[in-house]
């Protein structure tokens, strides 16, 4: 099963930036969908970004313009660049992994988010707080 490590939360002002990485297997950076969730205290898990093992990326509408997600797969590394921060982005973001990525187009296309732990593997969050 794929293992996962963020790294790269904080505080921060609006309209600052953060990096947010996900450390990874080698085999599942390069085979693996991947994403980045979020989910506030009390509220729903939302997806926030995912790129597939084509490359295609998918944003989720609050996001667009504002973050970028990438991956190097010689770095087994996943990343989030957020800019353009608000304090409605207050969080704790996850990265994840599915072999397959039906759950995470289902979440990205419908907003049916609830965590799924039979296919897809989680990492333990990052709490990204922005004031302003």
């Known amino acids: 099963q794929a293992q996962l490590m963020e790294s790269g939360g904080g505080s921060v002002q609006a309209g600052g930036s953060l990096r947010l990485s996900c450390a990874a297997s080698?085999?599942?950076?390069?085979?693996?969908?991947m994403g980045w969730f979020r989910q506030e205290a009390g509220k729903e898990r939302e997806g926030v970004a995912i790129?597939?093992?084509?490359?295609?990326?998918i944003y989720g509408d609050s996001v667009k313009g504002r973050f970028t997600i990438s991956k190097d797969n010689a770095k087994r590394t996943l990343y989030l660049q957020m800019d353009s921060l608000k304090p409605e982005d207050t969080a704790m973001y996850y990265c994840?992994?599915?072999?397959?990525?039906?759950?995470?187009?289902?979440?990205?296309?419908?907003?049916?988010?609830?965590?799924?732990?039979?296919?897809?593997?989680w990492g333990q969050g990052t709490q990204v707080t922005i004031s302003s």
């Open positions: 994840a992994a599915e072999l397959g990525g039906a759950w995470f187009r289902r979440c990205m296309s419908t907003g049916a988010c609830a965590p799924n732990s039979a296919t897809v593997t």
């Open positions: 080698e085999r599942t950076i390069s085979t693996y969908q």
């Open positions: 790129v597939q093992s084509d490359g295609t990326t």
